[in-house]
């Protein structure tokens, strides 16, 4: 299965200021997904990073607050904007790396004060 | 949305066996997976199932029915280190294969 690079692992930030986290794959991957974990709940999709095009955002996620960055098959970027503590979350990157395997990062763990 | 839906906790006793239920929407769906996640690490994969019928590994199985929109893991010969979140995920919709994931069940095993 695919490996996965993400950074931060974490980080504290003031609000009103913006964080980039990267994921870096170590194969070509046609699908990464970013997701949001607040404390204590299940895993949300953000969105769907697509290669050469926009991202496809889920419902109650829009791109000026997490701009997607997906430049090549093995990296994306996601950017929290304008942060607020409501924000503070554990951010995963995950990949379909077959058909049956889905793997994640390891996650950024913000926290916004 | 899909509404997956999982129990929020589950206590059991180390050795013993133990059951955890989910249920799905069925439009778009496409796959069915179960991760474990212990607290502060990532999810990792458990399990699988596109067909109907029980998916055997060890001591975890997972049973699909599509028709009912129901899956279940079974966790046998509980081990304290199961003690962990786990998380039912369909797999839905087209070119995009993306993954929703349920509310997560929390299991603590007890000596």
């Known amino acids: 299965s695919a490996v996965i690079s993400q950074k931060p692992s974490r980080d504290i930030c003031q609000r009103g200021t913006s964080l980039t986290i990267q994921c870096q794959v170590d194969?070509?991957?046609?699908?990464m997904f970013w997701y949001r974990q607040q404390p204590g709940q299940s895993l949300t999709l953000i969105a769907t990073?697509?290669?050469?095009?926009?991202?496809?955002?889920e419902s109650g996620f829009v791109i000026d607050k997490f701009p997607i960055s997906r430049p090549n098959l093995t990296f994306s970027t996601l950017t929290v904007s304008n942060m607020s503590p409501e924000d503070s979350s554990i951010y995963l990157c995950?990949?379909?790396?077959?058909?049956?395997?889905?793997?994640f990062g390891s996650g950024t763990r913000l926290t916004v004060v | 949305g899909q509404n997956i839906d999982q129990p929020t906790e589950m206590t059991a006793t180390e050795g013993a066996i133990v059951q955890i239920n989910c249920t799905y929407q069925?439009?778009?769906?496409?796959?069915l997976f179960w991760y474990q996640q212990h607290a502060g690490e990532a999810p990792t994969f458990l399990s699988y199932?596109?067909?109907?019928g029980l998916e055997e590994k060890g001591r975890f199985s997972s049973f699909l029915s599509r028709s009912k929109g129901y899956s279940y893991l079974l966790l046998k010969e509980l081990q304290m280190k199961d003690s962990a979140s786990y998380l039912c995920?369909?797999?839905?919709?087209?070119?995009?294969?993306?993954?929703?994931f349920g509310t997560g069940t929390l299991l603590a095993v007890q000596p």
């Open positions: 194969s070509q991957v046609t699908m």
């Open positions: 069925t439009s778009g769906f496409n796959g």
């Open positions: 995920a369909g797999r839905y919709g087209g070119a995009t294969n993306k993954l929703i």
């Open positions: 199932n596109v067909l109907d």
């Open positions: 990073a697509n290669q050469g095009s926009e991202a496809t955002y």
């Open positions: 995950s990949v379909a790396d077959s058909s049956t395997g889905y793997t």
